[in-house]
C-alpha cells in the first residue's frame, strides 16, 4: 500500500565532470588538481580461507541506482543504492561449455529453452507447474516483479525453481555485465523490465549458439513485437502449448478476459441484460486515504460457511465485526480476502432482510454434520435471519452493517469441486463454458472454459481463479486438474484432504536420508551418555488403544520405601533423532501433526521412525525423555526430575486389557498392582482438577469399524471412554503442565505453550437460552462454576445431563498454541482444564509442538543447546501459527472424513432411531442423534414454503402448529428415519425426516 | 526481507555473502593539513585529516607528558545520511564513535616518541551508508601515514553481519538496519592484533567466531589494499622529487 | 596556524603594493577554480568547489513541509553552513560556531533576500505544491573541508551550482473530501523540477591590505588584512547583498570603488560558473 517502492531509476554513479580553468593563466602553472576520484580500484574482494584480491579492473561494474521513496512519515527521501555487476553468473545450460558446470540446471537435449516474462508467470503458474513444461529459465527481473505483485505466485515459482526433478534455471540477469539494462530516458519501469527480459533472452540466444534454441514466452503483443523484430523466436503461451501436441495442456492455459464477449452463454436463463451488476472497486489511493480518515474500515473477510451471502468483516478500528449481506454488497471478496468495507446509514442496517429475497439464493439449507466440538465448527447464525417476522422484534441487529468497496489483498487459491450438471454442447471438440461449484460453500461458482466438457462431468476437478469483473456474475477461473470420480472414496478423501491442505506425498529422499541406519538398536554411546539415565531396570508399561504401533508414552509406578510412590511418565526421544535444522525436520515443521483419518494415517515423520525406533514397544530398549515425581499416598507432587533415559517397557496394553487387569480382582501380579496404584492415584488427581474448574465436556466421537477388504465402515458407534482412558489422560496432563512450568522457567520469553481462552458471553448465549428454556439455571461466571452447574444438571431424563454438556461444548474456544513472548501471564490462562499454564510435551511422534517442547526443555536441562530459531520472535510465533493451522486442518479433515464415512456407511442401511431436538428452527429444527453422534436438521415444512403454519416460540424454545396441537421442544426427543437419497445424481446426503 | 536471495546467493546489490564492497583510498586531499585522507567503502564517503604533532594547546587535557596526547573528533554531515541530520556534532553517537577511533589509533601510534605533544585526528563524514566506523578508522590509518606520524602497524577496520543465516561481510545500511547482528572489528594488520571489538544485537557463541573471522579477513583485505595506496603514493613523491 | 613572521608579513603586503602577490596572481585574479556537481548521490543537487586550496561541499535537500501562515504561497530555503575540523583544528568542538553563523547568515542575505521574501534569489512560489497545505522545504548545507581564504566566495559558488544540479522530484497531489486532513501526495520518479540558477548572485570578496585591495585572498593574505567588503552581484549587475568585516573604517568613495571592480570581476567569476554548469549539464545528458 504505502511505500510503494518505484522501479529503480539506474543512472551511473557519477563520473568527475571537472574541469580545470585559469582565469589568467600564469607562466607557472600549478600541477592539475586531481579529480575526486581518480583510483577507481573496482575490486570486489572474495575471500574463501586466503583473503584474494581479484582485480577486475573494468570500468563501470559499479552502478549506482537512485530512486524516490515516501516514507510511512509522509516524508520524501531520496534513496542510492549500489548495484555490482558482474562477470560470473553461469547460465545453466548444460550444452554451454564456458559456464560453470555445478550450476547446471536446463535439458541437455532440450528442444527449447523458454524465458519467460513476467506476466506468463503470474497468470499461467499453473500450466508452469505442468511437468510437460520444462527447461525455462526464470530471470532475476521476472522474480522480483512476481514478488512485489504475488507472493503466494511467487512462492510457487519458488518451489519450482528449487525443486531439483524439475528444470528450471535462476538467471540473476540485473546483475550480469552483460545483460544489464539501464533505464533510458522517458522509458516507463515496465518497458524497461520487458526490454531487460529481450536483452537476456538474446544474450542467451548468442551465448549458446546453435546448440539450442532460445524462445521467448509472452503474451504482451507489443514485447512480442519487439522481439520478433530484434531476431528473437517469440511465441505466445497458447501457440506454444499447442505446439506440443498435448490436448490435455491447452485447458490450463489462462486465457486473457479482455473482451470476452462470449461469456453469457451459461448464464441464467434470462435475457441478457449486460448490466452491470457489481459496483466498481474504489482505486487504491482512494482506499488508503479513506482509510486513515476513518470512512473506510480494512479487515479479513469471513464467509458465513453456511450461507454463502453473509459474512463478516472483523474491523479493528470499530472493535466489532461488520457484517455484510447479499451478493451486491460483497462485491466480488472471496473468504480470506483482506477488503476495505464502507458502513451503510444506520437505518439501513436491519433492512437487509429483504434482500435475501434475491434470486439464485439456494442452498441456505443446513446439511447433516458431525457435532461440533467447539464454537468454530458449529453453524453460525446471526440474529435475525431465520426467525420469522412476528419474532423481529427480539432481536435488533447491533451490529453494524456495510459494503465492501474494495479489495486491498486477494485470497485466491486453487478449490476442489465438480461441474454444474449441464447438456453438452452441440458438436463435440469445441470449447465449452462451464460452472464450476466448489465443495467449500464459501466459494462463489466459478466460469471455466473446457475442451474436454465429457471428461469432466462426474468428476471431483481443482480449478484456479483468475479475475471477476463487473460484468459477470461470476469470477472466471481455469481447470487445474481432475481428481476423480464423485462419490468414490478415494476421490472424495483426496478432497477432503486437498481441501485442508495436508501434504500427502511421500517423504522425499533427502528427508529419508536423515533417518538413522536401520534396523536400529541401543549403542553403547547411548548408554554412556552421562545425561541418559538408565530405567531398564523399572517396570514400565504403556496403554493405548487397540492396535496402535506409534506409541509414545509409558508410565512407571514403584511404591518407595517411605510410603511414597516414584510416578513416571517416559516419552518417546523423538528429538534424539529429528534434528533441528534438517529436511526431516523441515518436513516435520510443515506438516506438524499426523492426520487420523478414518482408516488411514497421515505420518508427520516417516514410518521408521513413528512405529519402530521412535515407538516404545514392549519387550525392545528404547531411548525415552522421562518425567519423574515423587508422589504421596494422596497424590501430592513432592518433587519432579527430567531426564533422558532408556527404558524396556514390559507391556503394550490397550484400554480394554488394563481396564480388565484392574477389575478382576483375582489378579494381584506387581503389573496389575502398579495399574491400580496408578489408577487411585489418577482418580485423586482428577478430582482435585474437577474442583478447581476443569471442564468436563461430552464428546460425542463416533467410532467405526471398517472392514479389512473393502475398507468400507461395518459399523459405527460411540467412542467408549473407560476408566484406564482417563487414567492415562490424567498423567498426560500432569506431565503437561510439569513440563510447561520447567520451560517457562527458564525461558520466560520463548515457551511454547497452549492455552484455551475462556468463552465470552456471547458465545454461551445459546447454551444459556437453551438452559433457560427448560428450566436450567447455569453459572457461567466462572469455569468451576459451570462445571458445577454442569454437574448439577439432572432430571428425570438419564440422557439430559450428557446433552447439556453436549450444547456446552459447541460454545468453548479452540485451545491454540502460542509463544510465551506474545502474550501477558493472565494471558496464558487455559479455560478448559482450568490451569495457569500447559503445553504439549506427551505426542511427539504425532505433533510437533511436542517436538519443539522437547528441544526446550532439553536446553533448560542443559543436556542440548538451544536452536537458533527461538531467538527469533517473529519466526518462533509463525511457528506457533502453523502449528495452530495444521492443527485446525487436521481437526477438519478428520471430520470430513468420518462425515464421509457415514454417508458411504447409511448409503446401505436406512435406519429408524431415536433422537435429540437441540435447536428450534423456523421451518423445523436441529436434532441430535446419540447413537452416531451426528446432528442435521429436520424440515416442518417444505422447502420453499415460508412455514406460515408453524410457530416459534424463541423464549420456550419451541415450535408449535397452532390448531394441530402438535409441538416440539428443545431435548425433546423424537423418532427419526435416516436414508440417503441423491436429489442430484452423484450428489448423495444423508436425510432425516419425522416418523 | 530476502537479503540473501536463496536462490541465486546473491545479495540485495549483487554481491556474494563474503564480498566487500567496493574499495577506494586517496591521500592528501586536504592540503593545509599535515596530513589527510579519503576513504570510500561503496558509498560511504570519509575525510581524515590529522594535525599533529603539534604544540599542547589544553594542558589540562594532558595526563602523560611523557607520551603525545592523541585526539580525535568525529563528524558527520548533515546530508550525510537519507534523513537530514539536525545536530550533526555533539550527539552521543559521534562522542561514542570518537572514543573509538581515538583508542583504537592510539593502540598503534607510538606516542612515547612524541612527548609533550598533541596529534589531532579529524574524521568528517560526507555520505554514511554502513560502516562509516570501519571507514573512518581506515581513512585514519591513511591520514596518520600521509602525515608520517611513527605506528606500529597499520589498523584496518571491517564489519561483518549475520542475516538469513549466512555470515556477510560489509554490510551496508539497508544490511545494518535489518536488525541483524552487527560485528566491528579492528586489527593491527601485520601483528595480527585485535584493538577494536564491537557488536550489537545477540549472537550464539560458535556463529560468531565465523562472523568475527569473516570480518578479519576483511581486514587484512583492507591492509593490502592500503598498503598498495601508500606504496603509490611513495612512488609519486619521489617521482616529483625528481 | 603558525604565525608569520615580520619578514613574510612584509613580503605579503609589499608584493600586493607591486600587484604581484605571494603566488603570481595579480591583485584582482581568481585563483584556479574547480567545480563538480552530483558528489552527493543523496542529495537531491550537490557540488563540490576548489579554489586553490580552499575546497567547499555545498548539499541541497528538499524535504516535504507546510508553508508559513504568513506566505502561504511560498516554500522555504535554509542556509546552514558547517565548518569542518579537517580545515583546521581551531575548528573543533564548538570552535568553529563564530565563523559557520558568520557565514550561514552573510549567505542568507545575499541569496534569499529580505524579510518579505523580497529579491531572493530563488524563486520560492516555485517551490509550492499545495497552496497553503504543502511545500517544499529546501536545505542548503555547506561544508568548508579545507580552508585558505575566501570562504565566502567559493560557498556562493558552490551553491549556485549545487542549485543548478538540483532536481525535485514531481509530485502529484490528491484532493480528498476533508480539508483539514493531510493531503495524499505522490511522488513520482520522473523529475524535475530545475531552478534557473541564472538568476543567483555570487559573491566576490574584496580584501583591503594596505591601500589595496584584492580578489580571493589566501588565509596568509586575510591575515594581514585591515577590512573587508563581500559583494554579491547577480548576472545583471545588480546588487544583492553586501557585507563589510573587520575593523578599520572605510571611506565612502573606496566602497564605491571597491563595488565597481566587485561588479567587474563578478561578471567573469559568473561566466565562468556558467559555462561550467552548462558543462556539467551536457555531459549529464549524454
Given amino acids: 500500500m504505502k511505500n510503494q517502492f518505484r522501479t529503480d531509476r539506474l543512472e551511473s554513479k557519477p563520473k568527475p565532470r571537472s574541469s580545470s580553468t585559469l582565469l589568467n593563466p600564469c607562466s607557472s602553472s600549478p600541477p592539475p588538481p586531481p579529480p575526486f576520484c581518480r583510483r577507481r580500484r573496482s575490486a570486489l574482494f572474495t575471500l574463501p580461507a586466503a583473503a584474494r584480491l581479484r582485480a577486475v579492473d573494468l570500468a563501470n561494474m559499479l552502478q549506482s541506482k537512485s530512486f524516490v521513496k515516501k516514507t510511512k512519515q509522509g516524508r520524501v527521501v531520496k534513496v542510492v543504492r549500489e548495484h555490482y555487476l558482474r562477470d560470473d553468473i553461469p547460465c545453466g545450460a548444460a550444452s554451454c561449455s564456458s559456464c560453470d558446470t555445478a550450476a547446471r540446471r536446463l535439458g541437455v537435449d532440450a528442444a527449447a529453452i523458454l524465458v519467460v516474462d513476467t506476466n506468463v508467470v503470474l497468470h499461467q503458474i499453473d500450466l508452469l507447474e505442468n511437468p510437460a513444461i520444462e527447461d525455462v529459465v526464470v530471470l532475476s527481473v521476472v522474480l522480483d516483479e512476481v514478488k512485489n505483485k504475488n507472493l503466494s505466485v511467487y512462492n510457487r515459482i519458488k518451489t519450482l525453481c528449487t525443486n531439483t526433478a524439475r528444470r528450471f534455471f535462476v538467471f540473476t540477469n540485473e546483475h550480469h555485465r552483460d545483460t544489464y539494462v539501464k533505464e533510458m530516458v522517458g522509458e516507463s519501469p515496465n518497458d524497461r523490465n520487458d526490454r531487460a527480459i529481450r536483452v537476456a533472452a538474446r544474450w542467451y540466444q548468442s551465448h549458446l549458439g546453435e546448440s539450442a534454441k532460445v524462445m521467448l514466452i509472452t503474451n504482451d503483443r507489443d514485447n512480442k513485437r519487439k522481439a520478433t523484430e530484434e531476431g528473437l523466436n517469440a511465441e505466445t503461451v497458447e501457440s506454444y502449448v499447442r505446439s506440443l501436441a498435448q490436448p490435455g495442456l491447452l485447458d490450463l492455459v489462462v486465457v486473457p478476459s479482455s473482451g470476452d464477449v462470449t461469456m453469457e452463454d451459461v448464464e441464467d436463463l434470462r435475457p441478457s441484460k449486460r448490466k452491470v451488476i457489481y459496483s466498481e472497486h474504489k482505486p487504491m489511493s482512494e482506499i488508503t486515504s479513506g482509510l486513515r480518515c476513518g470512512i473506510f474500515h480494512q479487515g479479513k473477510l469471513r464467509v458465513n460457511r453456511y450461507n454463502p451471502f453473509e459474512a463478516y468483516v472483523g474491523s479493528e478500528s470499530i472493535g466489532d465485526e461488520i457484517i455484510i449481506r447479499g451478493r451486491s454488497n460483497m462485491n466480488r471478496a472471496f473468504d480470506g480476502d483482506i477488503v476495505a468495507v464502507e458502513l451503510l446509514p444506520q437505518d439501513q442496517w436491519n433492512e437487509s432482510k429483504s434482500f435475501i429475497a434475491d434470486d439464485d439464493e439456494d442452498d441456505n439449507e443446513e446439511d447433516v454434520h458431525l457435532v461440533p466440538n467447539s464454537a468454530d465448527d458449529a453453524p453460525r447464525n446471526t440474529n435475525s435471519t431465520q426467525s420469522t417476522v412476528e419474532s423481529s422484534a427480539a432481536s435488533v441487529s447491533s451490529r453494524p452493517v456495510g459494503r465492501i468497496v474494495g479489495i486491498i489483498k486477494r485470497n485466491w487459491n486453487s478449490y476442489c469441486g465438480s461441474l454444474e450438471p449441464m447438456p453438452m454442447p452441440a458438436g463435440s471438440g469445441g470449447v465449452a463454458h462451464a460452472l464450476f461449484v466448489s465443495k467449500d460453500r464459501r466459494i462463489p461458482k466459478i466460469r471455466i472454459q473446457t475442451r474436454q466438457l465429457g471428461n469432466l462431468l462426474n468428476k471431483r476437478i481443482v480449478v484456479a481463479v483468475d479475475s471477476w469483473d463487473v460484468l459477470s456474475r461470476y469470477p472466471s477461473g481455469h ?18 484432504l486437498i481441501e485442508n491442505d495436508i501434504n500427502t506425498r511421500p517423504f522425499s529422499t533427502q528427508v529419508l536420508a536423515c533417518l538413522p541406519p ?27 488403544p487397540p492396535g496402535c504401533r506409534d506409541i509414545d508414552d509409558a508410565l512407571h509406578c514403584t511404591p518407595l520405601p517411605n510410603g511414597n510412590f516414584e510416578v513416571g511418565v517416559h516419552i518417546a526421544d523423538v528429538t534424539n533423532f529429528v534434528l533441528p535444522g534438517t529436511p526431516l525436520d523441515e518436513e516435520a515443521s510443515q506438516r506438524a501433526t499426523s492426520v487420523y483419518l478414518v482408516g488411514q494415517r497421515i505420518d508427520m515423520l516417516p514410518k521408521p521412525l513413528t512405529e519402530d525406533v521412535c515407538s516404545l514397544r514392549a519387550d525392545v530398549e528404547r531411548l525415552a525423555f522421562s518425567v519423574i515425581w515423587e508422589m504421596t499416598p494422596d497424590a501430592d507432587i513432592i518433587s519432579s526430575r527430567y531426564t533422558k533415559s532408556v527404558i524396556k517397557s514390559c507391556a503394550a496394553m490397550s484400554y480394554v486389557e488394563a481396564q480388565a487387569r484392574m477389575d478382576d480382582s483375582r489378579l494381584v501380579d506387581p503389573l496389575t498392582v502398579d495399574l491400580r496404584n496408578l489408577n487411585s492415584l489418577a482418580k485423586i488427581m482428577r478430582n482435585r482438577r474437577c474442583e478447581r474448574g476443569a471442564l468436563t465436556l461430552a464428546s460425542a466421537e463416533v467410532k467405526f469399524e471398517i472392514d479389512s477388504e473393502t475398507h468400507d465402515p461395518l459399523d459405527i458407534g460411540i467412542y467408549q471412554i473407560r476408566e484406564a482412558n482417563q487414567m492415562i489422560e490424567e498423567f498426560m496432563l500432569a506431565a503437561n503442565v510439569s513440563v510447561a512450568e520447567k520451560i517457562l522457567k527458564h525461558y520466560p520469553l520463548c515457551s511454547l505453550l497452549r492455552r484455551h481462552p475462556s468463552p465470552t458471553k456471547e458465545m454461551l448465549e445459546p447454551l444459556l437460552r437453551t438452559a433457560s428454556s427448560v428450566g436450567l439455571n447455569l453459572d457461567v461466571s466462572s469455569s468451576k462454576a459451570l462445571a458445577d452447574s454442569l454437574d448439577n444438571a439432572k432430571r428425570d431424563d438419564p440422557y439430559f445431563n450428557k446433552l447439556i454438556r453436549i450444547l456446552a461444548t459447541r460454545c468453548m474456544t479452540q485451545a491454540v498454541y502460542f509463544c510465551s513472548g506474545d502474550l501477558s501471564l493472565s494471558e496464558y490462562y487455559h479455560y478448559g482444564l482450568a490451569s495457569a499454564l500447559y503445553t504439549h510435551f506427551t505426542s511427539p511422534i504425532r505433533r510437533y509442538a511436542d517436538v519443539v517442547v522437547h528441544r526446550l526443555l532439553a536446553a533448560a536441562l542443559d543436556i542440548a543447546k538451544l536452536p537458533p530459531v527461538f531467538q527469533d520472535g517473529p519466526q518462533l510465533t509463525g511457528i506457533a501459527d502453523n502449528l495452530n493451522y495444521r492443527h485446525r486442518n487436521a481437526q477438519m479433515a478428520s471430520r ?19 433422537a435429540r431436538i437441540v435447536k428450534i428452527k423456523a421451518n423445523g429444527f436441529i436434532v441430535f442423534v446419540p447413537k452416531f453422534g451426528i446432528e442435521g436438521p429436520i ?10 403454519d408453524w410457530v416459534v416460540d424463541e423464549v420456550h424454545q419451541k415450535v408449535t402448529k397452532p390448531g394441530a396441537n402438535i409441538s416440539y421442544a428443545v431435548l425433546q426427543s423424537v423418532m427419526i428415519h435416516m436414508e440417503v437419497v441423491e436429489p442430484q445424481p452423484h450428489r448423495p446426503k444423508l436425510q432425516l425426516t419425522l416418523l | 526481507m530476502e537479503y540473501v536471495n536463496p536462490l541465486t546467493g546473491f545479495r540485495v546489490d549483487g554481491r556474494r555473502p563474503n564480498e566487500m564492497r567496493q574499495l577506494k583510498g586517496e591521500v592528501g586531499v586536504v592540503s593545509r593539513a599535515d596530513g ?33 596526547l592523541v585526539r580525535c573528533e568525529y563528524r558527520m554531515a548533515e546530508f550525510s545520511t537519507g534523513d537530514r541530520r539536525r545536530k550533526p556534532k555533539g550527539d552521543r553517537r559521534s562522542t561514542e564513535i570518537s572514543l573509538v577511533i581515538r583508542q583504537t589509533m592510539e593502540a598503534s601510534i607510538l606516542t612515547h616518541l612524541m612527548p609533550h605533544s598533541q596529534i589531532d585526528i579529524f574524521v568528517q563524514v560526507l555520505q554514511a551508508d554502513g560502516g562509516t566506523r570501519s571507514a573512518c578508522i581506515n581513512a585514519a590509518t591513511l591520514a596518520l601515514a600521509d602525515a608520517g606520524i611513527p605506528m606500529r602497524d597499520i589498523v584496518t577496520s571491517c564489519s561483518a553481519g549475520y542475516l538469513c543465516s549466512s555470515p556477510l561481510l560489509d554490510l551496508n545500511y539497508i544490511e545494518d538496519s535489518a536488525g541483524g547482528p552487527d560485528v566491528t572489528v579492528g586489527i593491527l594488520a601485520k601483528m595480527d592484533k585485535v584493538t577494536l571489538l564491537q557488536m550489537d544485537a545477540k549472537l550464539p557463541m560458535d556463529t560468531f567466531e565465523t562472523v568475527m573471522e569473516l570480518a578479519i579477513e576483511g581486514c587484512k583485505a583492507i591492509a593490502t589494499y592500503i598498503r598498495e595506496i601508500l606504496l603509490e603514493n611513495t612512488k609519486q613523491l619521489e617521482y616529483r622529487r625528481g | 596556524m603558525v604565525g608569520l613572521s615580520e619578514g613574510e608579513k612584509h613580503f605579503i603586503r609589499g608584493g600586493i603594493a607591486q600587484d604581484l602577490r605571494a603566488d603570481g596572481r595579480t591583485k584582482l585574479q581568481f585563483r584556479p577554480v574547480t567545480v563538480e556537481t552530483g558528489v552527493i548521490p543523496q542529495a537531491n543537487g550537490s557540488a563540490r568547489v576548489r579554489l586553490g586550496a580552499t575546497e567547499v561541499i555545498a548539499s541541497v535537500k528538499a524535504e516535504l513541509g507546510k508553508p508559513t501562515v504568513l506566505h502561504p504561497d511560498k516554500g522555504k530555503v535554509s542556509i546552514y553552513v558547517d565548518c569542518s575540523p579537517t580545515a583546521a583544528p581551531i575548528f573543533e568542538g564548538r570552535g568553529s560556531e563564530d565563523l559557520s553563523a558568520e557565514l550561514s547568515v552573510a549567505l542568507q542575505r545575499c541569496l534569499l533576500g529580505g524579510k518579505s521574501g523580497a529579491g531572493a534569489a530563488i524563486d520560492l512560489s516555485s517551490l509550492i505544491v499545495l497552496e497553503g497545505k504543502a511545500c517544499w522545504d529546501l536545505y542548503i548545507d555547506g561544508l568548508v573541508v579545507s580552508s585558505d581564504g575566501n570562504l565566502l566566495d567559493a560557498l556562493a559558488a558552490a551553491i549556485k551550482v549545487a542549485l543548478s544540479d ?61 577590512s573587508a567588503v563581500s559583494v554579491s552581484v547577480n548576472r545583471r549587475g545588480q546588487i544583492c547583498g553586501l557585507t563589510k568585516r573587520g575593523g578599520a573604517g572605510l571611506d565612502p568613495t573606496v566602497i564605491f570603488d571597491m563595488i565597481s571592480v566587485a561588479k567587474h570581476v563578478s561578471q567573469r567569476f559568473i561566466s565562468l560558473l556558467d559555462s561550467e554548469i552548462a558543462a556539467a549539464e551536457a555531459v549529464m545528458d549524454e
Avoid: C
Avoid at chain 1, 424440515?939 to 406460515?948: E, I, S, V
Fill in chain 1, 479 to 496: 481447470y487445474v486438474r481432475t481428481i476423480g470420480d464423485i462419490g468414490d472414496k478415494e476421490t472424495e478423501t483426496e478432497v477432503v
Fill in chain 1, 896 to 914: 470430513a472424513s468420518v462425515e464421509l464415512h457415514t454417508l458411504i456407511y447409511f448409503r446401505t442401511r436406512p435406519v429408524d432411531t431415536e
Fill in chain 2, 36 to 68: 589527510s585522507a579519503l576513504f570510500e567503502m561503496g558509498n560511504t564517503r570519509v575525510i581524515a585529516a590529522v594535525y599533529g604533532p603539534r604544540e599542547v594547546q589544553n594542558r589540562s587535557q594532558q595526563v602523560n607528558s611523557k607520551e603525545a
Fill in chain 1, 939 to 948: 424440515y416442518l415444512t417444505a422447502k420453499g414454503d415460508k412455514g406460515a
Fill in chain 3, 166 to 226: 538540483t532536481g525535485i522530484p514531481k509530485v502529484n497531489v490528491s484532493l480528498n473530501a476533508e480539508t483539514d486532513g493531510e493531503p495524499e501526495v505522490d511522488v513520482s520518479d520522473e523529475e524535475f523540477l530545475q531552478f534557473d540558477t541564472s538568476s543567483v548572485p555570487v559573491i566576490v570578496t574584496l580584501t583591503k591590505v594596505g591601500k589595496h585591495y584584492i580578489v580571493d585572498a589566501t588565509s596568509e593574505e586575510e591575515s594581514q588584512m585591515s
Fill in chain 1, 518 to 544: 536401520l534396523p536400529w538398536s541401543l549403542s553403547p554411546d547411548d548408554l554412556a551418555n552421562p545425561n541418559r539415565q538408565d530405567l531398564r531396570h523399572v517396570r514400565v508399561f504403556s496403554v493405548d
